[in-house]
């Protein structure tokens, strides 16, 4: 994803920022933890959702991954520990949602990593993290 804003405007959706990751660094990743589901989203962590328009992304940062979480039921997402912290400001943890089974939504990946549904991941990989801004 580009830092600049991708997708377009509408009522029914909320502007985010956060941060993407390169194609080089998701493919990476892919290959090392696989998607369980269907649908691989495997692109973005965001910082924040619902944001005003005109907040710009936040600098680039780096990542770590920490841990995989995985319901069984369909949601599976890696957790994340940015600048030596795995928790989001305004509430939540970092995370890339990773795969999705039929029916299931990125969002619901914050309701599993809050119940504990994950496990450290030892030596997981650092992650160079660009800013983006996007809709959902």
């Not at 994803?1 to 941060?19: E, F, I, Q």
């Not at 998701?26 to 589901?37: D, I, K």
């Amino acid at each position: 994803m580009p830092s600049d804003v991708k997708g377009k405007a509408s009522p029914t959706r909320r502007r985010v920022v956060g941060w993407s990751l390169s194609g080089v660094e998701r493919g990476a990743l892919l290959a090392r933890f696989p998607p369980r589901y269907g649908r691989v989203v495997a692109d973005h962590v965001t910082l924040r959702s619902g944001v005003a328009d005109d907040l710009a992304p936040p600098p680039a940062a780096r990542g770590r991954v920490i841990g995989m979480a995985d319901d069984g039921e369909g949601v599976q997402a890696l957790v994340l520990e940015i600048d030596g912290a795995s928790d989001r400001p305004g509430g939540g943890t970092y995370h890339i949602t990773w795969s999705l089974g039929p029916g299931r939504q990125a969002r619901e990946s914050n309701a599993v990593i809050a119940a504990g549904d994950w496990r450290p991941v030892a030596g997981g990989p650092e992650l160079a993290l660009q800013p983006v801004r996007f809709f959902v």
